[in-house]
């Protein structure tokens, strides 16, 4: 056989095997590639770190463990980025399984990072409620009315940093990281455009095409995927070297993805070329 006879009929497991080992490998060499923020994420960054300290941010967590690889390094970088400059942050999610992604976010950067951040007073917890884009509508004008206590049970009125929030329109930046319905499109219809509230995020790589129509004038700024993640962490290693050790989970993620897809699209282009020069020969061969 030929060699494009032999690319067209290749077994697929060979296929298999390669973007293992393209996964595989990198991961073992710890191959990191440099990451430059893109200018759709580099002002979510520049808006978070633009804000004044104390400014108040609502960081909603909607989405799952499905997508914890692409989602979970969004999300710890801005909560992260929330806890450096000093930013009143309302954690809450419009997803059932975002409170329980969320906690685990609060224990890996704030209890971690930043034990000395008071909750109630800094941070606070406010959990899942159910009603999906009717939650969004329904804290646009009454918050309190909906978040009557926080995950735990506590009344809201008791913590010092809900003293001044009553609706969405109180709070100076919305972030929500997103992996489907509802999810970042929601919160800009029903609080964005509603209220003049500047939003931004993070979904899915899939996801993200489908946002980008509404960015820059909807939508402040948009992480696009595991690259989004990258391109956040890498812009607050940038400004916040102190923090390299813990801000490069998708910065390092990226160096076997990258070469995952190198591989399928070589494979691809071979693909197609053995394709067209067999057609080429099949066409002469019927001529001749």
């Known amino acids: 056989m030929s060699f494009i006879e032999k690319m067209l009929k290749i077994d697929r497991r060979i296929i298999f095997l390669l973007i293992a080992l393209a996964v595989i490998i990198p991961m073992l060499l710890n191959l990191v590639f440099v990451v430059r923020p893109s200018p759709i994420v580099q002002t979510i960054f520049d808006k978070v770190d633009g804000l004044p300290d104390g400014s108040k941010v609502l960081l909603s967590?909607?989405?799952?463990?499905?997508?914890v690889p692409e989602n979970r390094p969004m999300a710890e970088s801005l909560l992260r980025h929330c806890m450096i400059k000093g930013h009143r942050t309302y954690i809450m999610a419009v997803w059932a399984?975002?409170?329980?992604?969320?906690?685990i976010s609060i224990g890996r950067v704030i209890r971690t990072e930043f034990p000395d951040k008071v909750y109630g007073s800094d941070y606070i917890q406010l959990g899942y409620k159910?009603?999906?884009?009717?939650?969004?509508?329904?804290?646009?004008?009454?918050?309190?009315?909906?978040?009557?206590?926080?995950?735990?049970?506590v009344d809201i009125n008791s913590?010092?940093?809900?003293?001044?929030?009553n609706a969405l329109p109180d709070f100076d930046l919305i972030l929500a990281v997103c992996s489907g319905k509802p999810g970042l499109k929601e919160w800009v219809q029903f609080a964005g455009d509603r209220g003049d509230i500047p939003v931004a995020g993070g979904v899915t790589a899939v996801e993200a095409p489908l946002l980008y129509p509404y960015y820059p004038k909807q939508l402040l700024g948009l992480m696009g995927g595991l690259q989004g993640a990258a391109e956040y962490?890498?812009?607050l290693v940038n400004e916040y070297p102190e923090y390299r050790a813990s801000s490069m989970t998708a910065v390092k993620l990226m160096g076997p993805q990258t070469v995952a897809h190198l591989v399928i699209i070589f494979f691809v282009i071979i693909g197609n070329v053995a394709f067209f020069i067999q057609q080429r020969r099949e066409k002469r061969a019927r001529r001749e």
């Open 61 to 67: 967590f909607d989405y799952g463990p499905a997508t």
């Open 130 to 153: 159910a009603g999906n884009q009717g939650l969004i509508n329904a804290i646009f004008t009454d918050f309190k009315g909906m978040y009557t206590t926080d995950a735990a049970g």
């Open 233 to 235: 962490e890498a812009a």
């Open 159 to 165: 913590f010092p940093m809900m003293a001044d929030v």
């Open 97 to 103: 399984t975002g409170e329980a992604e969320a906690n």
